[in-house]
């Protein structure tokens, strides 16, 4: 998992402490080197208690500026809608992950707040032929959503 996204999953309260390791081990080999960095990636299945201090300390030792907890729901959701566009998750489970993972921290972006709509109304109309339509009215929101954002640095 890269560092960005093991970092905004963080913010969100998303990342489960087995992935923390994986994110440091992706930062050397990004050349971002620290001594928390390395103790963290050296770490097999830590307990929150050890990995996450290291985890908020290699951020600092990368530079990182802290996401807001905002800018991190942005950040997961525009990962998500790559996902749709690209087919690699189908419109629905994205729409549905941006909703679990994003919708908490966005209440104020419209953008992201349509996938929990979009999801719903798929959910619904299970029966009447309607999903198909819904469907593209999901990566039709993924297009919108890549497009209102610009990237988080």
Same mark, same amino acid.
């Given at each position: 998992? +890269?560092?960005?996204? #093991?970092?905004?999953?963080?913010?969100? =309260?998303?990342?489960?402490?087995?992935?923390?390791?994986?994110?440091?081990?992706?930062?050397?080999?990004? =050349?971002?080197?620290?001594?928390?960095?390395?103790?963290?990636?050296?770490?097999?299945?830590?307990?929150?208690?050890?990995?996450?201090?290291?985890?908020?300390?290699?951020?600092?030792?990368?530079?990182?500026?802290?996401?807001?907890?905002? *800018?991190?729901? /942005?950040? &997961?959701?525009?990962? /998500?809608?790559? +996902?749709?566009?690209?087919?690699?998750?189908?419109?629905?489970? =994205?729409?549905?992950?941006?909703?679990?993972?994003?919708?908490? #921290?966005?209440? *104020?972006?419209?953008? &992201?707040?349509?996938?929990?709509?979009?999801? +719903? +109304?798929?959910?619904?109309?299970?029966?009447?032929?309607?999903?198909?339509?819904?469907?593209?009215? /999901?990566?039709?929101?993924?297009?919108?959503?890549?497009?209102?954002?610009?990237?988080?640095?």
């Amino acid at each position: 998992m +890269d560092i960005e996204k #093991a970092e905004a999953l963080h913010i969100l =309260g998303k990342l489960m402490t087995h992935e923390m390791p994986d994110a440091a081990v992706n930062a050397l080999e990004r =050349g971002f080197d620290g001594s928390a960095i390395r103790e963290l990636a050296g770490l097999n299945n830590p307990p929150l208690s050890e990995a996450g201090p290291l985890f908020c300390k290699a951020l600092q030792e990368m530079g990182r500026r802290q996401l807001s907890m905002q *800018d991190a729901g /942005i950040y &997961i959701a525009k990962q /998500i809608a790559e +996902d749709i566009i690209a087919e690699r998750v189908n419109p629905y489970n =994205g729409a549905r992950q941006i909703w679990d993972q994003a919708s908490e #921290a966005c209440k *104020d972006v419209p953008a &992201i707040g349509e996938f929990e709509n979009l999801a +719903d +109304d798929y959910e619904v109309h299970e029966f009447d032929g309607q999903r198909p339509q819904i469907a593209m009215e /999901i990566v039709s929101a993924a297009r919108k959503l890549l497009m209102a954002h610009p990237p988080v640095q």
